[in-house]
T-cell receptor, first 111, second 113 residues
Framework: SQELEQSPQSLIVQEGKNLTINCTSS?????LYWYKQKYGEGLIFLMM?????EEKSHEKITAKLDEKKQQSSLHITASQPSHAGIYLC???????????FGTGTRLTIIP | NAGVMQNPRHLVRRRGQEARLRCSPM?????VYWYRQLPEEGLKFMVY????????ESGMPKERFSAEFPKEGPSILRIQQVVRGDSAAYFC???????????FGPGTRLTVL
């Protein structure tokens, strides 16, 4: 079965600093999704990566998928309080958006 | 274009009662997925439906849980004879056929007393 590990489990970063969250799969992925979840709320879609070596950016968030399609990283530049939340990676193994999720990374931004 | 809608947002049930959770997918989306998030745990896939068909229910508990996505109306996740262990946040997601994006609703938080 698919196993998805995220690291770190929690992260405390000073406002303005850069940070990286990693997601590693035990299997080659068809697609890799990144979501953000605020406590008590739903998931906000950030980005989806499908091709080996692919990189996508939205505002100050950049996500990459390695060539082997087993590892992804999410990088936030010049972090802001609005970036605080739980970041989840989801693995699509079959191209049908049935996702296996990692346990999440809890990001806290301190002034 | 409204996003994925779920209702109720919060649901309280006593042990043994039934819980019905509703999910209206985004306009034009014909694929619905239900996930469960237990306290302090990650999201777990439950069931994948298309209109009038269950495609994959490998994540559904064998008993008391059922799901449907009728031709008209929202998708329904039904939990019969709820127990305290059913307390969780239940999320649905929808996507369009062949699309590579899945959008989530705000979730229904079920509390079983």
């Amino acid at each position: 079965s698919q196993e998805l590990e995220q690291s770190p489990q929690s992260l405390i970063v000073q406002e303005g600093k850069n940070l990286t969250i990693n997601c590693t799969s035990s299997k080659t992925l068809y697609g890799l999704y990144w979501y953000k979840q605020k406590y008590g709320e739903g998931l906000i879609f950030l980005m989806m990566l499908q091709k080996g070596g692919e990189e996508k950016s939205h505002e100050k968030i950049t996500a990459k998928l390695d060539e082997k399609k087993q590892q992804s990283s999410l990088h936030i530049t010049a972090s802001q309080p609005s970036h605080a939340g739980i970041y989840l990676c989801g693995a699509d193994n079959f191209g049908n958006e049935k996702l296996t999720f990692g346990t999440g990374t809890r990001l806290t931004i301190i002034p | 274009n409204a996003g994925v809608m779920q209702n109720p947002r919060h649901l309280v049930r006593r042990r043994g009662q039934e819980a019905r959770l509703r999910c209206s997918p985004m306009k034009g989306h014909s694929h619905v997925y239900w996930y469960r998030q237990l306290p302090e745990e990650g999201l777990k896939f439950m069931v994948y439906l298309q209109k009038e068909n269950i495609i994959d229910e490998s994540g559904m508990p064998k008993e008391r849980f059922s799901a449907e996505f009728p031709k008209e109306g929202p998708s329904i996740l039904r939990i019969q004879q709820v127990v305290r262990g059913d307390s969780a946040a239940y999320f649905c997601a929808s996507s369009a056929s062949g699309a590579l994006e899945a959008f989530f609703g705000p979730g229904t938080r079920l509390t079983v007393l």
